[in-house]
């Protein structure tokens, strides 16, 4: 599975990918987490890009992404054309208004800085990206989630990792909700289709 | 009875020095030091590029040449990956002032616990009399043969004065190598330098104003002469910095 | 330490170094290696050591060359412009015959060039770098793995053939997160008489110099540091294969092209094109048999590389133009994708047909 994350600087992109890549080791798959560098600190674009396979991996770097994490717009625009078919692209829709244009891969909205901010959670969107994340393309269960944030979570950001985890549920449940809906209200509207 | 001797710590070879040199004055003060305090078992010396750069041979001392001007470096790593050793630089003015300048500045910055002697005759001696950082304004050298001209080419550097600003180090002296006065007073400064390395004080430079009769165009007599006239005016003698008696006295 | 460790190139360098034995690093800032740095000034103090940040690169090489006068590991860590700088001391580590670990996570350049990562200090690496006949070993990671077991070999070499060992790394490769699996390393424990330890009393004076002012005595010392080289030569040249047994064309390629090149092999693969690597780990000494053996095999070879050619020119002089060398690269910090690499393969194999 090629993973690319987009966003600002500052979002926690790299964070978000280095969780998935942990998540990975933990799976015992081959890893690789390979970040955009540039010369500014804060702001700007980030990027991080994330190889998960069950044989050795090559070029560490990813073109054309399985999974697209869109953190902001500029981000969704630049990238979502090099999503392969078939793919999916997760995006932050309290930052992103316009939806992707493809109509070949799996879109998935979530309203994260929403979410977050509604629970006190300010700064987390990337963890309630990474639940949605989690929910389909990467199962964990609670054990492993709280086992790859204790690996990934610097020892003086110990405290954080509760709220991280939080965040990550608030994500899960929600596009697993969100979805449940979507299809109950797919069948509501196809079904009369197929009667008319 | 006292019997002039060579240090212990030095070798019989015969110096390369050109007659008149004082390199060899000062050689014996750091020998005089270095037996003194008991260190030649722990000592080690890093020569510079320049006349000095053969020192080696006349101490028997393990010691290194560093590359022009990063004499502090080396004794840096030497120092900081063996603290029980007594690690010193001899350097020119050319390697220490000119090249070597940054290294020696951050070495005195780090309150780096090493001994520097410097020795400046205000000319590069071993490439043949080329203008140093140190030649004074108006002195003629073999690239300043009008004169070293301050307005084109600025003037000289004053180290003592520039590294006693610095909190860094310990203890900056002057002194000059041509009188028996002079001598006597640059032995003790030596012989401080390297005490204050054993008492783990910090960074010490002992500056020896020193003569070039063959690079000056002088006899040697004359050349002794001309620091009394022409350099200690311009670099006079004394303590610039020193901390090291905090405490002691 | 059990199980793999998800950490980057730079840092599992940083980490081997200690494992290895290091303890004195002297170093200056440059990105994209200041991960190493960074761990280390927390690293080495845990341990013992000297963590110290250098005025300059040339001061970081020359305390590097002081701590090797005392007879102790130590490294420095820079990325291409800063080893320009650093071309002077590794001209004297060598004239001194110092054993020494140097790092170059290389950027585009030249002169400031860019931050992203290149592999266009070849030449430079492999030809010694400073002046005066010399050579340094030039180990060539190509996954954050082989940042930590080559650097623990760079010591133990160094130290063997009392030489400077490169880590010539890029960007890639120093920043990129992979699991790592830090075996506790056995350092070789070589005696080094020569130390300027003081001589306690006891022995000679010892002197570390590169300066012979006698053209007789200067070019014996060369003699005899080339015959430890050619030793080097004889006994440390490593290397790759990937899908050589049946090739018939032959990708060269090292660090991150090497990654690439594995991919686009695989890929030509499953065209059917009968596509293989070599992939020298060291670039110094060259795997020069290796692939005079394979001249005899394949039709071509295909030099990837992040550089104008630089190892290309290894490669011809390896076959003795025997076969035909392509180059496929990307310069001034651009990657390849395995899709360009897979597209040479199958230019180079129709041109040849």
Same mark, same amino acid.
């Given at each position: 599975?090629?993973?690319?994350?987009?966003?600002?600087?500052?979002?926690?992109?790299?964070?978000?990918?280095?969780?998935?890549?942990?998540?990975?080791?933990?799976? !015992?798959?081959?890893?690789?987490?390979?970040?955009?560098?540039?010369?500014?600190?804060? !702001?700007?674009?980030?990027?991080?890009?994330?190889?998960? @396979?069950?044989?050795?991996?090559?070029?560490?770097?990813? @073109?054309?992404?399985?999974?697209?994490?869109?953190?902001?717009?500029?981000?969704?625009?630049?990238?979502?054309?090099?999503?392969?078919?078939? !793919?999916?692209?997760?995006?932050?829709?309290?930052?992103?208004?316009?939806?992707?244009?493809?109509?070949?891969?799996?879109?998935?909205?979530?309203?994260?800085?929403?979410?977050?901010?509604?629970?006190?959670?300010?700064?987390?969107?990337?963890?309630?990206?990474? !639940?949605?994340?989690?929910?389909?393309?990467?199962?964990?269960?609670?054990?492993?989630?709280?086992?790859?944030?204790?690996?990934?979570?610097?020892?003086?950001?110990?405290?954080?990792?509760?709220?991280?985890?939080?965040?990550?549920?608030?994500?899960?449940?929600?596009?697993?909700?969100?979805?449940?809906?979507?299809? @109950?209200?797919?069948?509501?509207?196809?079904?009369?289709?197929?009667?008319? | 009875?006292?019997?002039?001797?060579?240090?212990?710590?030095?070798?019989?070879?015969?110096?390369?020095?050109?007659?008149?040199?004082?390199?060899?004055?000062?050689?014996?003060?750091?020998?005089?030091?270095?037996?003194?305090?008991?260190?030649?078992?722990?000592?080690?010396?890093?020569?510079?590029?320049?006349?000095?750069? +053969? =020192?080696?041979?006349?101490?028997?001392?393990?010691?290194?040449?560093?590359?022009?001007?990063?004499?502090?470096?080396?004794?840096?790593?030497?120092?900081?990956?063996?603290?029980?050793?007594?690690?010193?630089?001899?350097?020119?003015?050319?390697? +220490?002032?000119?090249?070597?300048?940054?290294?020696?500045?951050?070495?005195?910055?780090?309150?780096?616990?090493?001994?520097?002697?410097?020795?400046?005759?205000?000319?590069?001696?071993?490439?043949?009399?080329?203008?140093?950082?140190?030649?004074?304004?108006?002195?003629?050298?073999?690239?300043?043969?009008?004169?070293?001209?301050? =307005?084109?080419?600025?003037?000289?550097?004053?180290?003592?004065?520039? %590294?006693?600003? +610095?909190?860094?180090?310990?203890?900056?002296?002057?002194?000059?190598?041509?009188?028996?006065?002079?001598?006597?007073?640059?032995?003790?400064?030596?012989?401080? =330098?390297?005490?204050?390395?054993?008492?783990?004080k910090g960074f010490s430079l002992v500056e020896v104003l020193s003569s070039c009769p063959t690079n000056w165009g002088m006899s040697?007599?004359?050349?002794?002469?001309?620091?009394?006239?022409?350099?200690?005016?311009?670099?006079? %003698?004394?303590?610039?910095?020193?901390?090291?008696?905090?405490?002691?006295? | 330490?059990?199980?793999?460790?998800?950490?980057? &190139?730079?840092?599992?360098?940083?980490?081997?170094?200690?494992?290895? #034995?290091?303890?004195?690093?002297? &170093?200056?800032?440059?990105?994209? /290696?200041?991960?190493?740095?960074?761990?280390?000034?927390?690293?080495?103090?845990?341990?013992?050591?000297?963590?110290? /940040?250098?005025? *300059?690169?040339?001061?970081?090489?020359?305390?590097?060359? &002081?701590?090797?006068?005392?007879?102790?590991?130590?490294?420095?860590?820079?990325?291409?412009?800063?080893?320009?700088?650093?071309?002077?001391?590794?001209?004297?580590?060598?004239?001194?015959?110092?054993?020494?670990?140097?790092?170059?996570?290389?950027?585009? #350049?030249? #002169?400031?060039?860019?931050?992203?990562?290149? /592999?266009?200090?070849?030449?430079?690496?492999?030809?010694?770098?400073?002046?005066?006949?010399?050579?340094?070993?030039?180990?060539?990671?190509? *996954?954050?793995?082989?940042?930590?077991?080559?650097?623990?070999?760079?010591?133990?070499?160094?130290?063997?053939?009392?030489?400077?060992?490169?880590?010539?790394?890029?960007?890639?490769?120093?920043?990129?997160?992979?699991?790592?699996?830090?075996?506790?390393?056995?350092?070789?424990?070589?005696?080094?008489?020569?130390?300027?330890?003081?001589?306690? #009393?006891?022995?000679?004076?010892?002197?570390?110099?590169?300066?012979?002012?006698?053209?007789?005595?200067?070019?014996?010392?060369?003699?005899?540091?080339?015959?430890?080289?050619?030793?080097?030569?004889?006994?440390?040249?490593?290397? $790759?294969?990937?899908?050589?047994?049946?090739?018939?064309?032959?990708?060269?390629?090292?660090?991150?092209?090497?990654?690439?090149?594995?991919?686009?092999?695989?890929?030509?693969?499953?065209? &059917?094109?009968?596509?293989?690597?070599?992939?020298?780990?060291?670039?110094?000494?060259?795997?020069?048999?290796?692939?005079?053996q394979a001249a005899k095999q394949v039709k071509q070879f295909l030099s990837v590389e992040l550089s104008m050619g630089q190892m290309?020119?290894?490669?011809?002089?390896?076959?003795?133009?025997?076969?035909?060398?392509?180059?496929?690269?990307?310069?001034?910090?651009?990657?390849?994708?395995?899709?360009?690499?897979?597209?040479?393969?199958?230019?180079?194999? $129709?041109?040849?047909?």
């Amino acid at each position: 599975m090629r993973i690319l994350i987009a966003g600002f600087g500052g979002q926690g992109v790299l964070f978000l990918g280095k969780l998935i890549a942990h998540a990975g080791v933990l799976l !015992g798959k081959h890893v690789t987490w390979l970040p955009s560098y540039g010369p500014e600190m804060r !702001g700007g674009t980030a990027n991080c890009a994330v190889i998960l @396979s069950d044989e050795p991996i090559g070029s560490p770097m990813v @073109s054309e992404p399985d999974v697209l994490i869109a953190m902001n717009l500029p981000s969704l625009t630049a990238y979502q054309p090099r999503v392969q078919t078939g !793919g999916e692209i997760l995006y932050d829709a309290s930052l992103i208004r316009e939806a992707p244009e493809r109509e070949d891969v799996r879109l998935r909205a979530l309203p994260a800085t929403k979410l977050a901010s509604d629970a006190g959670l300010e700064g987390l969107a990337n963890m309630i990206l990474l !639940g949605a994340f989690l929910s389909d393309c990467l199962p964990l269960n609670e054990t492993e989630i709280l086992h790859t944030l204790e690996q990934t979570v610097p020892r003086h950001k110990a405290h954080l990792i509760e709220a991280n985890r939080h965040a990550i549920a608030i994500g899960k449940q929600t596009i697993e909700q969100t979805e449940q809906e979507l299809h @109950s209200e797919t069948k509501r509207i196809s079904h009369p289709r197929k009667v008319g | 009875m006292t019997m002039f001797r060579k240090p212990r710590v030095m070798t019989a070879t015969q110096t390369h020095y050109c007659p008149g040199c004082t390199h060899g004055i000062i050689h014996r003060l750091v020998g005089e030091a270095i037996d003194t305090l008991g260190i030649e078992g722990r000592s080690v010396g890093v020569a510079p590029v320049g006349c000095s750069v +053969l =020192a080696y041979n006349y101490f028997n001392l393990d010691m290194t040449i560093a590359a022009h001007g990063r004499a502090p470096a080396v004794a840096t790593g030497l120092k900081r990956a063996n603290p029980d050793s007594i690690v010193f630089t001899y350097q020119g003015d050319g390697d +220490l002032a000119s090249i070597g300048m940054a290294e020696a500045v951050h070495a005195a910055a780090r309150g780096e616990n090493i001994t520097i002697i410097f020795v400046n005759n205000a000319v590069y001696g071993m490439t043949g009399g080329q203008m140093a950082p140190t030649s004074l304004p108006g002195q003629i050298t073999q690239t300043s043969p009008s004169g070293r001209d301050s =307005a084109l080419c600025g003037f000289p550097v004053k180290v003592c004065e520039m %590294l006693a600003q +610095l909190d860094g180090p310990a203890y900056i002296a002057r002194v000059a190598a041509n009188s028996p006065k002079n001598v006597l007073a640059a032995k003790k400064a030596i012989e401080r =330098a390297f005490r204050n390395q054993i008492e783990g004080k910090g960074f010490s430079l002992v500056e020896v104003l020193s003569s070039c009769p063959t690079n000056w165009g002088m006899s040697p007599k004359d050349a002794l002469g001309w620091i009394d006239s022409a350099m200690i005016p311009y670099y006079p %003698l004394g303590v610039y910095k020193d901390t090291s008696r905090k405490g002691i006295e | 330490m059990t199980g793999p460790i998800l950490m980057k &190139g730079n840092e599992a360098l940083a980490e081997a170094a200690v494992q290895a #034995g290091c303890r004195y690093y002297f &170093g200056y800032p440059i990105t994209p /290696q200041t991960e190493i740095g960074a761990y280390l000034a927390k690293r080495m103090p845990e341990v013992g050591g000297v963590f110290l /940040q250098a005025e *300059s690169e040339v001061a970081a090489i020359h305390m590097l060359y &002081g701590a090797s006068c005392a007879g102790k590991r130590a490294m420095t860590s820079s990325s291409s412009p800063g080893v320009s700088l650093k071309s002077e001391g590794l001209s004297y580590l060598a004239g001194s015959d110092l054993p020494a670990l140097v790092v170059n996570v290389q950027r585009a #350049g030249p #002169g400031l060039g860019g931050i992203q990562p290149s /592999q266009s200090d070849y030449m430079q690496a492999t030809r010694g770098g400073g002046h005066g006949d010399f050579r340094n070993i030039v180990l060539a990671p190509a *996954s954050a793995q082989e940042m930590a077991t080559l650097t623990m070999r760079g010591f133990d070499l160094a130290d063997k053939y009392r030489m400077t060992a490169m880590i010539l790394a890029d960007g890639t490769v120093g920043q990129m997160m992979e699991p790592v699996l830090l075996e506790p390393a056995q350092p070789l424990n070589i005696e080094k008489p020569w130390a300027l330890t003081g001589t306690q #009393g006891k022995r000679e004076k010892n002197i570390v110099t590169s300066l012979y002012l006698s053209p007789a005595e200067l070019e014996g010392k060369n003699l005899s540091r080339f015959a430890r080289y050619a030793l080097a030569e004889q006994n440390e040249t490593d290397f $790759e294969a990937f899908c050589m047994d049946d090739a018939e064309i032959c990708l060269v390629a090292y660090g991150i092209s090497a990654r690439v090149s594995r991919s686009a092999v695989s890929a030509a693969r499953e065209k &059917g094109i009968r596509a293989g690597m070599i992939r020298p780990i060291t670039l110094w000494p060259f795997p020069t048999e290796a692939l005079r053996q394979a001249a005899k095999q394949v039709k071509q070879f295909l030099s990837v590389e992040l550089s104008m050619g630089q190892m290309l020119t290894d490669i011809e002089l390896a076959v003795r133009c025997a076969r035909p060398v392509t180059l496929v690269s990307h310069v001034g910090g651009v990657i390849l994708t395995p899709e360009e690499v897979l597209h040479a393969i199958d230019h180079a194999v $129709e041109v040849s047909a």
